[in-house]
């Protein structure tokens, strides 16, 4: 969600501060700023603008701001509306400038405290309250920058990620972290602070990774961490970048160029975990096996995409492992009563590894009673990675597009893996695990012959240019790829969509049916073909228009009421993944004749580090 970008160099900063804030456009946001402490006057310099980065580029050039230190910062609204105002940065008495991402759930009562002791509050955000208690503490005790940060963040209740500048302490960044990812930029002779690494790449490949309750000095030529009263050491990573990833080549938008990027990071994701018909259990880790020997049942958390990801991994795991498995969203999950099962493992999902609802299920599950818990994520760094007993990484590469799309068909891949891991311990016999990893790794050249029907999809799409409604169907373990369907379609093109199991037509969804509403289904080549067929036979009875996306070998045939895009034949067990792709391309397709913005659809955030 927001993004934090600071440094202390012995050069001006202020490129620096605006090409990370580009490299963390993907993040979503509504405003930007950044703040700069100028040589000599030791004046803070503050500009923050609404919109995208580029407006704030306009505007710093236009004041000609100039500074060696300095923090920047894209938010995401969550309280006030996003205004200038609101932007961060924000500041105490022309002296203290902080950026924060997170939520302080106590800021009202902090900010009646601070207004009775004589501070001014200019805008509606929660995040001013830390910057005038930074300054009341600096003032009334004359401490340090560092410690009036200590001091302050006892204060606090709820999540932040904060970046603070003194213009009486010129040289030098004060950074705290709990429940919102920092990370330390090491340079020669200069250092930085991001809320991701990929906003540093342009300056630097070493990084420090701060983890919760950490507080860091940053200046030229240190970086010192606290924890609590504790001075520690934490480690130096190299992080290669791949610059790559965050420029879109050939391709139009960032979500389109990802979709394309598919075969090659199913590729990746597979890679170093089959072999030669059977799966690679020591790529789970050297703890796994003795976890998984001990798993009787899966508990799956997760949000969004990554939800609808758990979803079609509990059919895996009960057709395949015939294990119990349950799926929670983990926005719910932490408040309601939970009963475990003896032998049960938790498995938190999210592209990001920050998602604040899936770390606070994961933290919530440590203090219940199970096996271990296992992150399937994007990103080794991560905190849900870090805080996880084990993991297994998708192969994904830096997703900017804000709807998910490469990293749900990796999370698909790994959760495969995981059910036939599983399933050797319940009975899965060597022949039959051999069948399925061979069938694994025709995935990728499945996938890219499914991306072949890009034209054919785009001439559909045409369809839906004004439509404002849409429904789409699935049986089974395509009920969650419908459901997908239909999220992908309404993030980017603001068509409202919903998914229903088809059997549940008769329920009440076929109420809705008539000649404007759009009804798309998923048609494999499986068990429940027939009665799928029966359900779409009711929509074209009701004069519904069907859009089929329907297995090949079936023979499926267009007709006035229905049209029909063929799909290579793929295995039963990689339906759902196979089955994704087109929707993607529809729902991409479909934004692009509706002219929206496909890569930062609006009220959205790529990763959503508040509850």
Same mark, same amino acid.
């Given at each position: 969600?927001?993004?934090?970008?600071?440094?202390?160099?012995?050069?001006?900063?202020? $490129?620096?501060?605006?090409?990370?804030?580009?490299?963390?456009?993907?993040?979503?946001?509504?405003?930007?700023?950044?703040?700069?402490?100028?040589?000599?006057?030791?004046?803070?310099?503050?500009?923050?603008?609404? $919109?995208?980065?580029?407006?704030?580029?306009?505007?710093?050039?236009?004041?000609?701001?100039?500074?060696?230190?300095?923090?920047?910062?894209?938010?995401?609204?969550?309280?006030?509306?996003?205004?200038?105002?609101?932007?961060?940065?924000?500041?105490?008495?022309?002296?203290?400038?902080?950026?924060?991402?997170?939520?302080?759930?106590?800021?009202?009562?902090?900010?009646?405290?601070?207004?009775?002791?004589?501070?001014?509050?200019?805008?509606?955000?929660?995040?001013?309250?830390?910057?005038?208690?930074?300054?009341?503490?600096?003032?009334?005790?004359?401490?340090?920058?560092?410690?009036?940060?200590?001091?302050?963040?006892?204060?606090?209740?709820?999540?932040?990620?904060?970046?603070?500048?003194?213009?009486?302490?010129?040289?030098?960044?004060?950074?705290?972290?709990?429940?919102?990812?920092?990370?330390?930029?090491?340079?020669?002779?200069?250092?930085?602070?991001?809320?991701?690494?990929?906003?540093?790449?342009?300056?630097?490949?070493?990084?420090?990774?701060?983890?919760?309750?950490?507080?860091?000095?940053?200046?030229?030529?240190?970086?010192?961490?606290?924890?609590?009263?504790?001075?520690?050491?934490?480690?130096?990573?190299?992080?290669?970048?791949?610059?790559?990833?965050?420029?879109?080549?050939?391709?139009?938008?960032?979500?389109?160029?990802?979709?394309?990027?598919?075969?090659?990071?199913?590729?990746?994701?597979?890679?170093?975990?089959?072999?030669?018909?059977?799966?690679?259990?020591?790529?789970?880790?050297?703890?796994?096996?003795?976890?998984?020997?001990?798993?009787?049942?899966?508990?799956?958390?997760?949000?969004?995409?990554?939800?609808?990801?758990?979803?079609?991994?509990?059919?895996?795991?009960?057709?395949?492992?015939?294990?119990?498995?349950?799926?929670?969203?983990?926005?719910?999950?932490?408040?309601?009563?939970?009963?475990?099962?003896?032998?049960?493992?938790?498995?938190?999902?999210?592209?990001?590894?920050?998602?604040?609802?899936?770390?606070?299920?994961?933290?919530?599950?440590?203090?219940?009673?199970?096996?271990?818990?296992?992150?399937?994520?994007?990103?080794?760094?991560?905190?849900?990675?870090?805080?996880?007993?084990?993991?297994?990484?998708?192969?994904?590469?830096?997703?900017?597009?804000?709807?998910?799309?490469?990293?749900?068909?990796?999370?698909?891949?790994?959760?495969?893996?995981?059910?036939?891991?599983?399933?050797?311990?319940?009975?899965?016999?060597?022949?039959?695990?051999?069948?399925?990893?061979?069938?694994?790794?025709?995935?990728?050249?499945?996938?890219?012959?499914?991306?072949?029907?890009?034209?054919?999809?785009?001439?559909?799409?045409?369809?839906?240019?004004?439509?404002?409604?849409?429904?789409?169907?699935?049986?089974?373990?395509?009920?969650?790829?419908?459901?997908?369907?239909?999220?992908?379609?309404?993030?980017?093109?603001?068509?409202?969509?919903?998914?229903?199991?088809? $059997?549940?037509?008769?329920?009440?969804?076929?109420?809705?049916?008539?000649?404007?509403?759009?009804?798309?289904?998923?048609?494999?080549?499986?068990?429940?073909?027939?009665?799928?067929?029966?359900?779409?036979?009711?929509?074209?009875?009701?004069?519904?228009?069907?859009?089929?996306?329907?297995?090949?070998?079936?023979?499926?045939?267009?007709?006035?009421?229905?049209?029909?895009?063929?799909?290579?034949?793929?295995?039963?067990?990689?339906?759902?993944?196979?089955?994704?792709?087109?929707?993607?391309?529809?729902?991409?397709?479909?934004?692009?004749?509706?002219?929206?913005?496909?890569?930062?659809?609006?009220?959205?955030?790529?990763?959503?580090?508040?509850?």
């Amino acid at each position: 969600m927001c993004g934090i970008v600071g440094a202390v160099t012995e050069r001006e900063v202020s $490129g620096i501060l605006l090409e990370g804030l580009k490299r963390l456009e993907y993040r979503g946001y509504d405003s930007a700023g950044l703040s700069l402490i100028n040589s000599p006057s030791q004046r803070i310099t503050t500009v923050k603008t609404v $919109g995208k980065v580029k407006k704030l580029i306009s505007a710093a050039k236009k004041a000609k701001v100039r500074g060696k230190v300095g923090i920047a910062h894209t938010r995401w609204a969550t309280h006030g509306k996003p205004t200038v105002t609101n932007a961060h940065p924000h500041e105490s008495s022309k002296q203290i400038s902080i950026v924060h991402n997170g939520i302080i759930e106590n800021f009202e009562e902090l900010r009646t405290k601070l207004s009775k002791a004589g501070y001014n509050f200019k805008t509606e955000t929660d995040t001013e309250v830390i910057a005038h208690l930074i300054h009341q503490a600096r003032k009334k005790g004359k401490v340090s920058l560092l410690n009036a940060v200590k001091e302050t963040i006892k204060k606090l209740h709820g999540a932040y990620g904060l970046c603070v500048i003194d213009n009486t302490e010129p040289n030098q960044i004060v950074a705290a972290r709990s429940g919102s990812p920092l990370v330390i930029g090491v340079g020669i002779g200069e250092n930085f602070i991001a809320s991701d690494a990929l906003a540093l790449g342009q300056v630097t490949d070493r990084f420090i990774y701060l983890e919760e309750g950490d507080i860091a000095q940053v200046t030229l030529d240190s970086v010192e961490v606290w924890h609590g009263t504790r001075k520690v050491k934490r480690a130096e990573t190299t992080v290669k970048g791949r610059t790559n990833e965050a420029e879109k080549g050939a391709f139009k938008h960032f979500m389109l160029k990802e979709i394309h990027e598919q075969p090659q990071v199913i590729q990746d994701t597979l890679d170093g975990r089959i072999s030669e018909g059977k799966v690679l259990e020591e790529a789970f880790g050297i703890k796994a096996k003795a976890i998984f020997d001990k798993v009787k049942s899966v508990q799956i958390v997760a949000c969004g995409t990554s939800f609808h990801a758990g979803q079609v991994a509990k059919y895996w795991l009960e057709s395949i492992a015939r294990i119990p498995c349950q799926v929670d969203i983990a926005s719910d999950y932490r408040y309601r009563d939970i009963i475990v099962q003896p032998g049960t493992l938790f498995v938190t999902i999210s592209q990001s590894g920050e998602t604040a609802d899936t770390l606070a299920a994961l933290r919530y599950a440590d203090s219940k009673k199970y096996v271990a818990s296992l992150a399937i994520c994007n990103v080794a760094t991560s905190s849900l990675v870090r805080e996880s007993d084990f993991c297994l990484l998708t192969m994904a590469g830096q997703e900017i597009g804000v709807a998910s799309t490469k990293a749900f068909t990796t999370q698909l891949c790994l959760l495969l893996i995981l059910a036939i891991t599983l399933a050797r311990r319940t009975g899965l016999k060597a022949k039959d695990e051999n069948k399925l990893v061979k069938q694994l790794a025709r995935l990728p050249k499945l996938v890219e012959t499914t991306l072949g029907l890009s034209k054919d999809i785009k001439k559909v799409s045409k369809q839906f240019s004004n439509k404002n409604h849409c429904l789409f169907l699935g049986r089974g373990i395509q009920y969650p790829v419908a459901k997908e369907g239909a999220l992908k379609l309404k993030e980017i093109s603001y068509i409202h969509a919903e998914a229903y199991p088809a $059997g549940e037509l008769k329920h009440g969804p076929l109420a809705l049916v008539d000649s404007k509403m759009p009804v798309i289904a998923v048609a494999p080549n499986n068990d429940l073909l027939g009665k799928l067929r029966a359900n779409l036979s009711e929509v074209s009875a009701r004069g519904g228009k069907l859009y089929v996306f329907a297995d090949e070998s079936i023979k499926y045939e267009s007709d006035k009421s229905c049209k029909v895009i063929n799909l290579p034949n793929s295995p039963d067990v990689l339906d759902p993944i196979v089955f994704t792709v087109p929707l993607q391309l529809l729902s991409y397709h479909v934004a692009i004749m509706k002219g929206t913005d496909v890569d930062h659809p609006r009220n959205l955030a790529k990763s959503v580090t508040v509850e």
